[in-house]
């Protein structure tokens, strides 16, 4: 029997049909069962507490996350996965009241820069074969991250110079396919790394069938400016 938490993340799958999507709601779900358990049982908990009742025992939830440095953007991310997840229940709660009853940590907006050419070179110097693929090939087409994992060999049209790369729409954002390229300096690399591959192989996957690590931890990348900036 498909559990409520089941049923939800079906639902969002079909809703964008997009894993990373589903992996968001994941990282929600699984940071609220730390903290209650069992979300069928709170869930039918919920069901007999008046809407000012349930929020006080969410924002206990909240301001458990902000006691552990939880980011302030993922602590909003991951309760509105979970007003979603109470809304599909039947238990609606309004706007207004979650604004006078939960207390959102602050969000702290540091300054930004355009990651440098400098910067992009010692990112790429310090990286494994693999992720180094994976970001020269974000770099030269401008995809998302999430779109160059789902690609397959036969989306690479390798016939042509440059090699010409199609996004089919359901990986895309906007549900529109669109064509964008792969530079020189990619594409030796590229082409010798998928001599071996099949076309309907995913081609940033590893040997063992994982694919490529999307993220770097952003301590590591600043300890190793730092390091190579003075």
Known sequence: ??????????DIYRKGKSGGSVKGAQGALSNFKK???DIDQKVEQYKTMTADDILRDLDK????????????R??????????KLLRKQGIKLHSEDIKDMIV??????EPRHAISKKEIRLLLDHSSFERKLLYMCNLSTGCRIGELLMLKKRDFNMESRPIIVTIPAKFTKKKISRTTYL??????MFLEYVKKLSPDDKVLVLKHGRTFPACVNPDTVSKLF???WH
């Open 35 to 37: 903290w209650l358990a």
């Open 74 to 83: 993922t602590i909003k991310q991951y309760f509105s996965t979970i007003k």
């Open 226 to 228: 730092q390091r190579n």
């Open 61 to 72: 939830w909240v301001a458990n996350m902000d006691s552990k440095e939880t980011n302030p």
């Open 104 to 109: 959102f940590p602050r969000e702290v907006n």
């Open 1 to 10: 029997m498909l559990t409520i938490e089941d049923n939800f993340l079906a």
């Open 183 to 188: 530079n020189s300096e990619v594409s030796p």
